[in-house]
C-alpha cells in the first residue's frame, strides 16, 4: 500500500499552488469505486492530513475524471504539493508514525491491489492565477517547444484569464499551467498541463461547449491574432478532459 497508493497517493491539490507537484493516475473499476473513495478519504487522507501538519506537504486532493475516453484508462488521480524537490521526503510522509494517523492497519485499507497506478508524473508549476475549485479543465499538452509554450501561456493567455477570473463571466475561478519533470521523452503522454478550474459543473460544460467564432468577445480575439500556437502546437491538445474534486486537504 504504502509507495504504491498514494506516493502518499494527484491538476492543480492543483489549486494550491505549491511550487512541486506529484500526479499520481489510478484504474479504479466501476463495482469498486465507492471502496476505493471511502479507503482512500477515510484512512488515507489522514496520513496526508498529518504530513501536511507536520510541513512535509502543502496540499493534497483527489479528484474523478468525468467521462470515459477509453477502456481501461486512469478514472482517478491524486495530487500531492510540496513547496520545493528539496522539500519532498517520502520516507518522511510514510513514517509509523504519519501511519498511525489512520487507525487501523493499512494492509486492512489497501486499494493498490485493486485499483492500480496507470502512470505517475512529477510537474513544476509556471504560472496561477485564482483561487479554488471543484471542477478542473484539465488540457493536456505535447508543444512541439515546450519554452514557447510556456512563455505564450505566461505572457499572453494568462492576463486574459485573470481578467475573465476577476469579472467572473465566464465561471472560472481558476488558471494554471504546469510542466512535465519526469517523466520526459518522445513515448510520454504529455509534457505540460494546463487547467481552467470552475465551481460548478454547469461552468465548466458550457466553457467547454462549442462556440460560434462571430460570438467571441473583443479580449479572446485580441489574444488569438497574437498567438502563435497553431505553430507551437498545430495539432491541440493531447487531451481535455473535466475532473471533480472528491476531497481536498490544506494546510489549517
Do not use: C
Amino acid at each position: 500500500m504504502k509507495k504504491v497508493v498514494l506516493l502518499l497517493g494527484l491538476m492543480v491539490t492543483m489549486s494550491s499552488m505549491a511550487q512541486v507537484a506529484y500526479l499520481q493516475y489510478r484504474v479504479v473499476p466501476n463495482d469498486r469505486d465507492n471502496e476505493f473513495v471511502q479507503k482512500e478519504t477515510m484512512y488515507w487522507a489522514k496520513v496526508a492530513k498529518m504530513a501536511i501538519d507536520k510541513g512535509q506537504m502543502t496540499g493534497w486532493s483527489l479528484w474523478r475524471k468525468i467521462g470515459i475516453t477509453e477502456v481501461g484508462a486512469p478514472n482517478y488521480v491524486f495530487v500531492n504539493n510540496y513547496e520545493s524537490f528539496d522539500k519532498v521526503n517520502q520516507e518522511a510522509i510514510w513514517s509509523a508514525d504519519n501511519l498511525k494517523a489512520m487507525g487501523v492497519s493499512p494492509n486492512m485499507v489497501q486499494t493498490g491491489s485493486f485499483a492500480p497506478t496507470a502512470f505517475d508524473y512529477w510537474m513544476q508549476l509556471e504560472a496561477s492565477a485564482g483561487g479554488d475549485y471543484k471542477y478542473a479543465v484539465v488540457n493536456y499538452a505535447k508543444p512541439n517547444s515546450l519554452g514557447g509554450f510556456i512563455e505564450e501561456n505566461k505572457t499572453l493567455w494568462k492576463p486574459l484569464h485573470e481578467k475573465n477570473i476577476a469579472s467572473g463571466n465566464m465561471g472560472m475561478t481558476s488558471w494554471g499551467i504546469m510542466s512535465v519533470v519526469s517523466p520526459k521523452g518522445n513515448q510520454t503522454r504529455f509534457s505540460a498541463m494546463t487547467w481552467d478550474g470552475f465551481n460548478t459543473m454547469a461552468d465548466a460544460m458550457k466553457y467547454m461547449s462549442y462556440q460560434d467564432a462571430t460570438n467571441t468577445d473583443a479580449d479572446w480575439t485580441a489574444v488569438t491574432s497574437k498567438s502563435k500556437m497553431g505553430d507551437i502546437m498545430p495539432n491541440g491538445f493531447q487531451y481535455t478532459i473535466l475532473y471533480e474534486l472528491v476531497m481536498r486537504i490544506a494546510p489549517d
